[in-house]
């Protein structure tokens, strides 16, 4: 975030009473079990415990971002909503760009519905041009007096649908270099112009969109960061994607590899057979690597900016995913086929993975969303192990100039 909140803590131990002081009231006074989630998760932004990194005020108590591990831990355990399912662009990659780029008013606007889910948000990064190399992106912004005029098209678009508001990149400058010529906004997904349709994936589910903007009006007051540090947000939005998507750190043997024993434990005993077990156990073992260097990467983030390691989390998380419901769903056999209903839906969640089928199909995504594999290794490749760099023939030629379809 904004700020050094690990190093200006006085002293963790005091901060970790300090939370546990502050959980054992809110679960005292906000109890779960009979309240609705949004009380209960209004209740714990005002308490400062809802990313408890941000500034006090903004749902946050300026402290170490390892404290909410403990926070979610005994919220999760008393019951409470985890608002992940409910806003999970939102939560993971809006509210904390929001909290880096965003004036005092749009804080306070937009942090505590954001965190509550009365207010769902979206993500419009990508183009049918640019994903990604989303810089290159041709969406346009032009100012006029105190608003901009935005028009283009963005897609695969998560949640758009039932979105209140989307976090948004346009270029601005055409005459600038691609990455130096982009502005970000908060968008009103309500506003006239603003045009949301549905987009359907292999699960045959509609969780993500095209999403058109003709003429569309902002208000200059919903800028984030300067114009032209477009590019600058959106790094803060997709460094936190990559750990927000693979960066989870689930209990020893829960997640996706839960699903596999427990695909295994149904088996009839004649059917588990040695190899199978194998199979199993080295799947397990990579699931339990992938969690212990997420807890390494969450240790080095203790500025709470995510930085590359987000990359290996994602990297590792989607490849081992699609062998994790490979095997499940190969053990189901004939019955793996069977998949219930192809009926076109439009999910309030881009969360709920119900059958095994299902978990297999949607995992094929997990290499391509939030940057695919290639481009993780891109990144890797460079900025961590220091090898030359992709060829980019763009990147010094103003964005008007560079030759595109
Ligand atoms: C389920 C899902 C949800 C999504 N949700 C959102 C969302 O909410 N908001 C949003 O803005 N976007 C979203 N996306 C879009 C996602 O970020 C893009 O799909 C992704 O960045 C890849 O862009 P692309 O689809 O244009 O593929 P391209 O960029 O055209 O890539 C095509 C292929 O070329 C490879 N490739 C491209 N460039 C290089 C390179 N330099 N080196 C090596 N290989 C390369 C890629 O790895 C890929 O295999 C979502 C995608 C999915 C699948």
Redesign the pocket.
């Given at each position: 975030m904004t700020h050094d909140a690990a190093q200006r803590s006085a002293s963790p131990a005091t901060d970790e009473s300090r939370v546990l002081d502050l959980l054992d009231t809110l679960l005292r006074e906000v109890p779960p079990s009979s309240s609705t989630p949004t009380e209960f998760l209004g209740a714990q932004f005002d308490a400062g415990l809802a990313w408890v990194h941000f500034p006090v005020g903004h749902g946050g108590l300026d402290l170490s971002p390892k404290l909410q591990k403990l926070i979610n831990e005994r919220v999760f355990a008393a019951g409470a909503p985890n608002p992940v399912y409910r806003n999970p662009?939102g939560h993971g990659m809006c509210g904390p760009t929001v909290v880096v780029w965003g004036s005092e008013a749009q804080k306070s606007r937009y942090l505590r519905p954001l965190f509550t889910g009365e207010e769902v948000w979206?993500?419009?990064?990508?183009e049918?041009?640019?994903?990604?190399?989303?810089a290159g992106l041709s969406s346009k912004g032009v100012r006029d007096g105190d608003e901009w005029i935005v028009n283009g098209q963005?897609?695969?678009?998560?949640?758009?649908h039932v979105s209140r508001f989307g976090l948004m990149i346009a270029r601005t400058d055409p005459e600038a270099v691609k990455h130096a010529g982009i502005t970000a906004w908060v968008v009103d997904m309500q506003a006239p112009g603003v045009e949301v349709r549905p987009l359907r994936?292999m699960t045959g589910e509609a969780?993500?969109n095209e999403v058109y903007f003709t003429d569309v009006r902002i208000p200059d007051s919903e800028r984030l960061g300067q114009p032209g540090e477009g590019w600058r947000v959106s790094l803060t939005t997709l460094m936190n994607e990559r750990v927000s998507i693979g960066g989870a750190i689930p209990a020893k043997g829960s997640g996706p590899i839960r699903e596999a024993v427990k695909a295994w434990q149904d088996l009839p005993a004649e059917e588990r057979s040695s190899e199978r077990l194998d199979g199993l156990m080295r799947l397990w073992i990579e699931a339990e690597l992938l969690r212990l260097t997420n807890i390494r990467a969450s240790q080095s983030r203790k500025k709470g900016t995510p930085g590359p390691e987000g990359s290996i989390a994602k990297l590792h998380m989607a490849d081992l995913n699609k062998k994790i419901y490979e095997y499940a769903v190969g053990l189901l056999g004939a019955k793996g086929m069977l998949y219930g209903t192809y009926a076109m839906a439009r999910p309030e969640t881009?969360m709920g993975y119900d059958t095994v089928q299902k978990a297999f199909m949607r995992s094929r995504?997990n290499s391509?969303?939030?940057?695919?594999?290639?481009?993780m290794?891109?990144i890797l490749g460079e900025r961590v192990l220091g090898l030359p760099g992709?060829v980019r023939v763009d990147r010094e030629v103003p964005w008007s100039q560079v030759p595109r379809n």
């Amino acid at each position: 975030m904004t700020h050094d909140a690990a190093q200006r803590s006085a002293s963790p131990a005091t901060d970790e009473s300090r939370v546990l002081d502050l959980l054992d009231t809110l679960l005292r006074e906000v109890p779960p079990s009979s309240s609705t989630p949004t009380e209960f998760l209004g209740a714990q932004f005002d308490a400062g415990l809802a990313w408890v990194h941000f500034p006090v005020g903004h749902g946050g108590l300026d402290l170490s971002p390892k404290l909410q591990k403990l926070i979610n831990e005994r919220v999760f355990a008393a019951g409470a909503p985890n608002p992940v399912y409910r806003n999970p662009i939102g939560h993971g990659m809006c509210g904390p760009t929001v909290v880096v780029w965003g004036s005092e008013a749009q804080k306070s606007r937009y942090l505590r519905p954001l965190f509550t889910g009365e207010e769902v948000w979206c993500q419009l990064f990508s183009e049918p041009g640019s994903g990604s190399d989303v810089a290159g992106l041709s969406s346009k912004g032009v100012r006029d007096g105190d608003e901009w005029i935005v028009n283009g098209q963005k897609v695969w678009t998560t949640l758009a649908h039932v979105s209140r508001f989307g976090l948004m990149i346009a270029r601005t400058d055409p005459e600038a270099v691609k990455h130096a010529g982009i502005t970000a906004w908060v968008v009103d997904m309500q506003a006239p112009g603003v045009e949301v349709r549905p987009l359907r994936q292999m699960t045959g589910e509609a969780e993500f969109n095209e999403v058109y903007f003709t003429d569309v009006r902002i208000p200059d007051s919903e800028r984030l960061g300067q114009p032209g540090e477009g590019w600058r947000v959106s790094l803060t939005t997709l460094m936190n994607e990559r750990v927000s998507i693979g960066g989870a750190i689930p209990a020893k043997g829960s997640g996706p590899i839960r699903e596999a024993v427990k695909a295994w434990q149904d088996l009839p005993a004649e059917e588990r057979s040695s190899e199978r077990l194998d199979g199993l156990m080295r799947l397990w073992i990579e699931a339990e690597l992938l969690r212990l260097t997420n807890i390494r990467a969450s240790q080095s983030r203790k500025k709470g900016t995510p930085g590359p390691e987000g990359s290996i989390a994602k990297l590792h998380m989607a490849d081992l995913n699609k062998k994790i419901y490979e095997y499940a769903v190969g053990l189901l056999g004939a019955k793996g086929m069977l998949y219930g209903t192809y009926a076109m839906a439009r999910p309030e969640t881009a969360m709920g993975y119900d059958t095994v089928q299902k978990a297999f199909m949607r995992s094929r995504a997990n290499s391509i969303e939030g940057g695919t594999s290639e481009i993780m290794k891109n990144i890797l490749g460079e900025r961590v192990l220091g090898l030359p760099g992709d060829v980019r023939v763009d990147r010094e030629v103003p964005w008007s100039q560079v030759p595109r379809n």
